[in-house]
């Protein structure tokens, strides 16, 4: 088993950043995948960015050039950097990672930006 705990989540004007955290009950250097999806109130749970066996990086198109991963594997964890954040990016955001062949997810943080 692995558990996944995010943090960093909160309130954030238009325009303005956040950084999640989302930390690892074991090895991420392991992990075949790690990364973000988030779900906004009525819809359906959507990828934000994985890092794939630590070198391959994609993000969706909706957060390219705004949101940033990264992962720190002496701490097991993974970082998205939030920046030029939008209404539309209001959000559960939750941490997953790919290991030995299972899924894991997080509980999620709640990401919320006013206009």
């Known amino acids: 088993q692995v558990q996944l705990v995010e943090s960093g989540g909160g309130l954030v004007q238009a325009g303005g950043s956040l950084r999640l955290s989302c930390t690892s009950s074991?090895?991420?250097?392991?992990?075949?995948?790690v990364g973000w999806y988030r779900q906004a109130p009525g819809k359906q749970r959507e990828f934000v960015a994985v890092?794939?066996?630590?070198?391959?990086?994609n993000y969706a198109d909706s957060v390219k050039g705004r949101f940033t991963i990264s992962r720190d594997t002496t701490k097991n964890t993974v970082y998205l950097q939030m920046n030029s954040l939008a209404p539309e990016d209001t959000a559960i955001y939750y941490c997953?990672?790919?290991?030995?062949?299972?899924?894991?997810w997080g509980q999620g943080t709640q990401v919320t930006v006013s206009s």
């Open positions: 074991k090895s991420i250097f392991a992990a075949s995948r």
């Open positions: 890092i794939i066996r630590g070198l391959l990086i």
């Open positions: 997953y990672s790919e290991v030995s062949g299972g899924d894991y």
